[in-house]
């Protein structure tokens, strides 16, 4: 079966734009969560989304938003970028919740100049 | 809010060694995540275990509850293991998402 599919792989953007970021879940995965990735911090929770809901938030600022469409398919937004927002963006789907099993995408690389 | 230790955090071996990387956690759980992570970033889950073992070929995964204490093995280590190793932990209940130790960078020398 497919897996997480996250678009695009490799992003430059400039400060103060913005950027979508794009992730498809495996086939019937309704839920859909989001990570940020750099050297400094690691790995960090974003926010996840189940059922076109936001159903937690980590600690990021609101210029970090998300959505859900109704094919399970999520976005991340992120406004007014700044040079600490260079990270790999990673999102990671699962059945219901990440006890019933959780599989990555591969990553958006986002490079903030 | 969970505290991921992980240990340690770079190991370098020589191929055929038996490796043991360590992972404890603060606060119960619902299940742990033994994930690895090549260059270049993609991310692949290894085992989820809520307890017990679990092993997939070369890879074994254990886990202590009442210690809040997991170890993954890998045996007869060989240069493409060569990764980060990454324990993350869920805590249910509606909780944050997963939360990660800081990886343990693992370098298998031919």
């Known amino acids: 079966k497919a897996g997480v599919t996250q678009t695009p792989r490799y992003l430059i953007k400039t400060r103060g734009q913005q950027v979508t970021l794009s992730c498809s879940p495996i086939?019937?995965?309704?839920?859909v969560s989001w990570y940020q990735q750099t050297p400094g911090q690691g790995l960090q929770f974003l926010f996840e989304?189940?059922?076109?809901?936001?159903?937690n938030k980590g600690n990021f600022p609101g210029r970090f938003s998300g959505r859900q469409f109704s094919n399970s398919r999520s976005e991340m937004n992120v406004s007014t970028l700044e040079l600490g927002d260079s990270a790999l963006y990673l999102c990671?789907?699962?059945?219901?919740?990440?006890?019933?099993?959780?599989?990555f995408g591969s990553g958006t690389r986002l490079t903030v100049v | 809010k969970n505290e991921v230790e992980q240990s340690p955090q770079n190991l370098t071996a020589q191929e055929g060694e038996f490796i043991t990387i360590n992972c404890s956690y603060s606060?119960?759980?619902?299940?742990l995540h033994w994930l690895q992570q090549h260059p270049g970033g993609g991310i692949v889950s290894l085992f989820m275990?809520?307890?017990g073992k679990k092993k997939h070929g070369r890879l074994i995964a254990t886990i202590n509850i009442q210690e809040k204490h997991s170890s993954l093995h890998i045996t007869a280590s060989h240069p493409r293991d060569s990764a980060v190793y990454i324990c993350?932990?869920?805590?249910?209940?509606?909780?944050?998402?997963?939360?990660f130790g800081k990886g343990t960078h693992l370098i298998i020398q031919p």
């Open positions: 990671a789907s699962s059945l219901l919740t990440p006890d019933y099993g959780y599989t």
């Open positions: 086939s019937g995965h309704r839920s």
């Open positions: 989304y189940f059922s076109e809901t936001q159903r």
């Open positions: 606060v119960g759980i619902s299940a």
């Open positions: 275990l809520s307890s």
């Open positions: 993350a932990v869920y805590s249910g209940g509606g909780a944050d998402g997963l939360t």
